[in-house]
Nanobody, 128 residues
Framework: QVQLVESGGGLVQPGGSLRLSCVAS????????IGWFRQAPGKEPEGVSC????????NYADSVSGRFTIFRDHSENTIYLQMNSLKPEDTALYYC?????????????????????WGQGTQVTVSS
C-alpha cells in the first residue's frame, strides 16, 4: 500500500527556515515524481515544487523560487523541501504527493491533477 507521511512543519518567524520531509512506505520513491503542494485556509491548493524521478530535474513555483529547494535522499527513501527566508504568506498546510509517470523531455508537473498519491500534510506557520 502506497503511503506518504510528511513531517517537519511548525511555527517559525519571518526570515526563518524549515525542512519538510516526505517519507514513503510501501514503494520506492526513486520511481516516482514527487511534488510538494500547499493550501492556505480559504485558498486553492498551490503547487510549490516537484522533482522528476527520471532525471532529477526540479520545478518551482515563482513564489518560492530561490528560497525553497527540493531534493532526494535515496538511502532514506525520503524527499525533502528546504524552505529558507520564509514569509507569512508561506503559511499553509503542506502536502507531498507521488506520481509514477515517466516524464520525457519535460519538467515535472505542479498541478494537483498529476499526482494520484497524497500524504496527510504538515502545518507550516510563519508568524512573529
Amino acid at each position: 500500500q502506497v503511503q506518504l507521511v510528511e513531517s517537519g512543519g511548525g511555527l517559525v518567524q519571518p526570515g526563518g527556515s524549515l525542512r519538510l520531509s516526505c517519507v514513503a512506505s510501501g514503494f520506492n520513491l526513486d520511481y516516482y515524481n514527487i511534488g510538494w503542494f500547499r493550501q492556505a485556509p480559504g485558498k486553492e491548493p498551490e503547487g510549490v515544487s516537484c522533482i522528476s524521478h527520471k532525471d532529477g530535474s526540479t520545478n518551482y513555483a515563482d513564489s518560492v523560487s530561490g528560497r525553497f529547494t527540493i531534493f532526494r535522499d535515496h538511502s532514506e527513501n525520503t524527499i525533502y523541501l528546504q524552505m529558507n527566508s520564509l514569509k507569512p504568506e508561506d503559511t499553509a498546510l503542506y502536502y507531498c504527493a507521488a506520481d509514477p509517470t515517466v516524464l520525457l523531455f519535460r519538467l515535472c508537473d505542479l498541478s494537483t491533477d498529476a499526482y494520484p498519491y497524497w500524504g496527510q500534510g504538515t502545518q507550516v506557520t510563519v508568524s512573529s
